[in-house]
């Protein structure tokens, strides 16, 4: 299960209702624009005005001409009343941006905003539209400089919202307009899988959405019954979808986890990575105990995914992710990126290092064979379970990486990417699904198991099977 890329931002722009209340900042977004007080400005913004800017070094020029530390080299624009709504949200959405550290680009390819507060502070942003970097300078109503500097940059093609402002300020300059990003190209509709004997998909089952509003679903695992647990881990929380249809909220403040697994005794077992915990929920109660938090006196990488086996031992991922959105924790302790195993009497091995980041696992109803999927080395490798939880026989299954994996009652092996894919125990292809958000991870639910539920990005697909699956 992989870091979570999720464009948060792009409603901002297409389609925006103007009541529409800004993103709430994470963290990390609060402290990258100057913390709470910096974030109170931004909320006050109530009108804009838009500037060509050229480079320049602001501690020598009249700071009346210069938006964040950018000489203003054009006429100012004063921009609709939307435009501040626009703005706002562009500086509190997460995900959005990525850090470039360039130093101008010429006379031309800079665009600054300037807004007013409504208590009478100042908000003030310029942009390199060519190498992508932001800077941004607020100023409380006291005079006071709660930030000035280069924060991120926001050369993003599907969710660019400062350059889409640009061009919308700007709509004759021709070096501008050539910045403004292209519309995404739509995605394909889902397409029904090939028809074919081997197919484990129903005859002329459709791929269905049933469920959304996620900022990035991941690691579903199914109940005896056949109801669907999976998690939302930038939201930090897991959430339940029934077998009669209904969407319900399980636990909040989990850790964030990622991973889950239901164990033959119905505990539900969860790869928790903001503590790096691996953690065991009573789903009565929704209490938690933390099985495992560290290896050898180290603290684990972050628990990605996990398997419980039918002998009450249990199998977890432990690549690393640097989730720098919430951590508080040093750098990668751990040697090796590997696979761990419980036993049922509790006691904590490591049983495979030799990946580049391992991320799915998965094994079959019988508990002899195990799967592991290196995302990053592009394979995902098969072994055999031993009597002790050992695994020996490594060997490559496919030539595939995966976010997720599952298998069904006749052994054949599911694995995640643009959709999904499904091989035979011999690794050869069966079946391509295509999944418009692309897969992160899938689990086989409902009353009789013969739905597989497709965790992607912010939905929940499901479609029907020919075969069933634990």
Partial sequence: MRRAFALTLSFAFVGLALAAAPPEPSAAVVKQVGGEKAVALIRGIRSVEAFHVDSSDGSKTDPSEVVAHRLIVGKAIALPKESAAKLTAALLADDTYFKNDSKGTGKGTGVGFRAKTADGGLVEVSCCLGKGNTHLRIVDAAGKVLISGDVRGFRNAEAAPLRILAAEAFPDDPVIQAFKPK??????????????????????????????????????????????????????????????????????????????????????????????????????????????????????????????????????????????????????????????????????????????QPNGVVGTADGKTLYVADIRGKRTFAFDIQADGTLANRRVFCNVG????????????????????????????????AVPEGASNMCFGGKDRKTLFITAQKGLYAISMRVAGG
């Fill in 402 to 433: 995966s976010d997720g994996l599952t298998v069904d009652d006749e052994g054949n092996v599911y694995v995640t990417g643009g959709g999904v894919s499904v091989y035979d125990k011999a690794g050869k292809k069966l079946a391509d699904l």
């Fill in 183 to 356: 519309p995404a190209a739509e995605k394909p509709p889902a397409k029904a899988p090939p028809e074919n004997p081997k197919s484990p998909f129903a005859p002329g089952a459709k791929l269905e959405k049933v469920a959304d509003g996620f900022k990035f679903s991941e690691g579903p695992t199914a109940d005896k019954d056949g109801n669907v647990y999976f998690s939302d881990q930038p939201n930090d929380r897991m959430m339940i979808y029934s077998v009669d249809g209904k969407l319900s909220t399980f636990v909040e403040k989990c850790g964030r986890a990622n991973g889950l697994c239901f164990d033959a005794a119905g505990k539900l077992w969860a790869c928790s990575d903001e503590k790096n915990e691996l953690r065991k929920y009573d789903v009565a109660t929704k209490e938690f105990t933390v099985v495992v938090k560290d290896y050898m006196g180290k603290l684990l990488n972050g628990p990605n995914d996990v398997w419980a086996a039918p002998n009450g031992g249990v199998y977890f991922t432990d690549p690393f992710y640097n989730r720098t959105a919430y951590w508080k924790r040093g750098p990668e302790e751990q040697d090796k990126r590997g696979v761990y195993y419980v036993s049922p009497k509790g006691v904590l091995s490591r049983v495979a290092d030799d990946f580049v």
